[in-house]
């Protein structure tokens, strides 16, 4: 008897933890869920009245919250994923925040930087080509390697 109580009480904590972690398919449904969404609210917009729009774009909010929690669920389970190394920068390294529209010189998205594989860190796959994700200090950033502007700003992202 008591082996069966220590038993279930040892699965009942361990399940929580299995619970946390998104499959993959998980963000795909999130992500669909979300375009979905955002038909529907263009359908509000053009057919229907103020209320079906309120209705669509709490819809709309409410999705984009969700896939944001269970991404954070996600970095929370997946802690190790999540640590790197220090990052080392290029001659005259010095962090400044940035946002979208700057633009980097060509030696900080050099090939050392990029992040080959998005689908590890659940980050949108970039535009065939000419864009990358790249690291920069405790942030990742997707530039666009023709001319340096950045298109997309994650801060915080690596611990």
């Known amino acids: ?40 609210l263009q359908d509000a917009r053009r057919y229907g009245d103020r209320g079906d729009v309120r209705d669509a774009r709490r819809e709309l909010r409410e999705d984009r919250r969700e896939a944001r929690e269970d991404w954070r ?35 900080y998205y050099g090939r050392q930087y990029w992040i080959n594989d998005y ?6 796959r970039p535009a065939y080509g000419y864009q990358r994700w790249v690291r920069y200090g405790r942030d990742v950033v997707l530039v666009d390697t023709r001319n340096g502007r950045v298109a997309q700003v994650n801060n915080g992202f690596f611990y």
């Open 119 to 124: 689908q590890t860190y659940r980050l949108a």
């Open 73 to 107: 669920d996600y970095r929370r389970t997946h802690g190790n994923v999540y640590r790197r190394p220090a990052y080392v920068g290029p001659r005259g390294y010095r962090y400044r925040p940035v946002n979208v529209g700057y633009q980097f010189a060509p030696n």
């Open 1 to 40: 008897m008591r082996k069966m109580i220590l038993a279930a009480v040892a699965a009942a904590t361990l399940v929580p933890t299995f619970a946390g972690a998104q499959s993959y398919g998980e963000v795909r449904r999130d992500q669909r869920e979300i375009r979905e969404s955002r038909r529907d």
